[in-house]
């Protein structure tokens, strides 16, 4: 499978009581390895990997890592090994982890402060074996990572186009921050190619970092991407731009509540939707907030749903604790 080979996700609308123009769109539905934000980043990545040729594939995550799955699918496909290191202090039996076993992905666990040595070291290892290895960051971050969500953008501007509605806002949850970063350049790239378009606010509901520090790796990823690509920007225009809302992060990474506990029932009984405690499910909770706070519910509104599906499954199973 390749990205050519890949349609657009579906969007779709909601039938909420609340809020009567509220859309979401299924990057969950990709059709490889459970989908999300991380099978489309993935894919451009092994574009990368196919081309450069490289015969072992390092990466860093979690054992709760939809990233380290999706990766580990696409090596095992290819036949390459698949190296991941990963966090001792998380660490615990998950879909995920079962699936990257099950793809025989080679599963390196160290504490925490220990991951960049060890990334450093196996790299260092693997080339003096004479192996061509090629590193991704955790999550797909990076400017291809970044190059997946313009692309994203894209596929919503073509969206509204097609069907005249424009979305005043766009949600999703921001994690490393490369999905954030690809929806602004998207919408820069967008303005500076049709002129100025119809405003609109992309906001991304931190699940775990905070400000200043997490939007300002939006920030960081959003300049490397432009300058990269020898596009002119403002940079008091993109900080505009840069919604980074760390109201709902809850206590930190991956952990649950009881308001987003209910939001993940809900949407599976209203809306026929997985979510999951980690990502999705904590930014619609926190999106439903933020809607109201702001009296937005008049305005058309895009939830970006980035996947996640066996968290939701873990969830289910009570393994997400
Ligand atoms: C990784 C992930 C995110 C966050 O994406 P970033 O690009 O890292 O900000 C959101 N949702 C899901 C389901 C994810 O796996």
Do not use: W
Not at 104 to 118: L, R, Y
Not at 169 to 186: K, M
Not at 200 to 224: F, Q, T
């Amino acid at each position: 499978m390749n990205t050519g080979s890949i349609k657009p996700t579906p969007i779709h609308k909601l039938d909420d009581n609340e809020l009567f123009s509220l859309y979401v769109k299924r990057e969950d539905m990709i059709p490889y390895s459970f989908g999300g934000n991380k099978a489309r980043k993935a894919l451009l990545f092994f574009e990368e990997i196919d081309r450069l040729g490289a015969d072992v594939v390092v990466t860093y995550g979690s054992s709760h890592s939809n990233h380290c799955r999706v990766v580990a699918n696409m090596a095992a496909a290819r036949n390459i090994p698949c190296v991941i290191i990963g966090p001792e202090e998380v660490s615990d039996t998950t879909y995920n982890s079962v699936l990257m076993e099950l793809f025989g992905a080679q599963i390196i666990t160290v504490p925490v402060e220990k991951v960049h040595d060890t990334i450093e070291a196996e790299l260092e290892r693997l080339r003096k074996e004479g192996k061509n290895p090629y590193f991704i960051m955790g999550g797909g971050h990076g400017n291809i990572g970044t190059e997946a969500y313009v692309r994203c953008y894209d596929e919503i501007a073509d969206y509204e186009k097609e069907t005249g509605i424009h979305f005043d806002y766009i949600f999703f949850a921001s994690g490393t921050g490369t999905t954030h970063a690809g929806l602004v350049c998207g919408q820069i790239l967008e303005a500076s190619k049709n002129g100025a378009s119809k405003d609109r606010k992309i906001i991304g509901i931190s699940i775990a970092r905070k400000n200043p520090r997490g939007r300002d790796v939006v920030l960081d990823s959003i300049y490397e991407y432009l300058e990269a690509k020898e596009i002119s920007f403002d940079r008091k225009d993109v900080e505009e731009k840069t919604i980074f809302i760390d109201d709902y992060t809850g206590d930190g990474y991956g952990k649950e509540n009881k308001d987003i506990e209910n939001t993940i029932k809900d949407a599976m009984i209203k809306y026929g939707m997985p979510l999951d405690v980690t990502y999705t499910g904590k930014a619609f909770c926190g999106m439903k907030d933020y809607i109201r706070k702001n009296n937005l519910a008049d305005k058309n509104i895009l939830f970006i749903h980035t996947g996640g599906t066996p968290l939701f499954f873990d969830f289910l199973s009570g393994a997400a604790k």
